[in-house]
C-alpha cells in the first residue's frame, strides 16, 4: 500500500486538531527532568526521570506501548531552543 504525501498529512493534521491544549506543568519535583504521558490527550504523568530513557521505559513498564515524552525545564534557568 502506497500512501501519498497529502493524503498522510491530512491524516496527520486531523489527529493533531484533536489534541487537547496543553498543561502546564509546574510541579517542582518535575523541574529539570522527563516526564511521560500516556498520550497528548491523557495528561496524568506515568513517570519521570532525569533521563528520557528511562522514563520511557518505565511508562512501557506500565503498558503503555508508545509513551509521550517532554523535558519539563527548571524555573531558574533559561533555555534557547
Same mark, same amino acid.
Given at each position: 500500500?502506497?500512501? #501519498?504525501?497529502?493524503?498522510?498529512?491530512?491524516? *496527520? $493534521?486531523a489527529?493533531?486538531?484533536?489534541?487537547?491544549?496543553?498543561? !502546564?506543568?509546574?510541579?517542582? *519535583?518535575?523541574?529539570?527532568?522527563?516526564?511521560?504521558? #500516556?498520550? !497528548?490527550? %491523557? #495528561? *496524568?504523568? !506515568?513517570?519521570?526521570s532525569? %533521563?528520557? @530513557?528511562?522514563? $520511557?521505559?518505565?511508562?512501557? *513498564?506500565? @503498558?503503555?506501548?508508545?509513551?509521550?515524552?517532554?523535558?519539563?525545564?527548571?524555573?531558574e534557568?533559561?533555555? $534557547?531552543?
Amino acid at each position: 500500500m502506497v500512501i #501519498r504525501s497529502g493524503a498522510f498529512r491530512k491524516v *496527520k $493534521m486531523a489527529k493533531i486538531r484533536k489534541i487537547k491544549p496543553q498543561t !502546564l506543568v509546574t510541579e517542582q *519535583k518535575y523541574q529539570g527532568k522527563y516526564i511521560a504521558y #500516556r498520550s !497528548l490527550n %491523557d #495528561r *496524568k504523568i !506515568l513517570a519521570s526521570s532525569s %533521563d528520557a @530513557g528511562r522514563a $520511557m521505559a518505565s511508562a512501557r *513498564k506500565k @503498558g503503555v506501548s508508545e509513551p509521550v515524552v517532554v523535558f519539563v525545564p527548571n524555573c531558574e534557568v533559561g533555555y $534557547m531552543y
